[in-house]
């Protein structure tokens, strides 16, 4: 029984990581990102994690076949919302995002990982773009 529950699960995330979708693409790559981040932190053992994703990798495609469609719509939202931001903001505003990305990263120091800097790096630019995004206070 376990055998082919691995067979499935292997099946379903190489049609995940294969790019035929975009939600479920950008959606094995975030899970994955998230593995390996917790992972740097060393919040978590390396025990616990690797049984996390070994549960992880058998749990999860199936989860996402029976809620496929709402976390379609999530996931297009998110990517949605990040083009948005991306495509329609002024030159100040990616200005600074950049910089905010780059003071994270030149912040966090040498000692941290390139995952967790990358990581810290997208989140400032992320809260900068979404600070540069929102409605003006009423006067």
Do not use: C
Not at 55 to 83: H, I, K, N, T
Not at 93 to 104: D, H, I, M, V
């Amino acid at each position: 029984a376990l055998v082919p529950a691995a067979a499935a699960a292997a099946a379903l995330l190489h049609r995940a990581l294969s790019g035929s979708r975009l939600s479920s693409g950008v959606l094995a790559a975030a899970v994955l990102w998230g593995f390996m981040a917790v992972g740097e932190t060393r919040l978590v053992g390396q025990t616990v994690l690797w049984m996390a994703g070994y549960a992880a990798a058998l749990s999860l495609p199936a989860l996402y076949v029976r809620s496929q469609e709402g976390l379609d719509v999530l996931v297009e939202d998110a990517v949605r919302l990040l083009l948005r931001l991306l495509l329609r903001s002024r030159g100040t505003a990616l200005a600074a995002a950049a910089a905010a990305a780059l003071a994270a990263v030149l912040l966090i120091g040498n000692g941290v990982s390139l995952v967790l800097r990358l990581t810290a790096a997208a989140a400032a630019a992320l809260a900068a773009l979404l600070w540069q995004a929102r409605p003006a206070a009423a006067a």
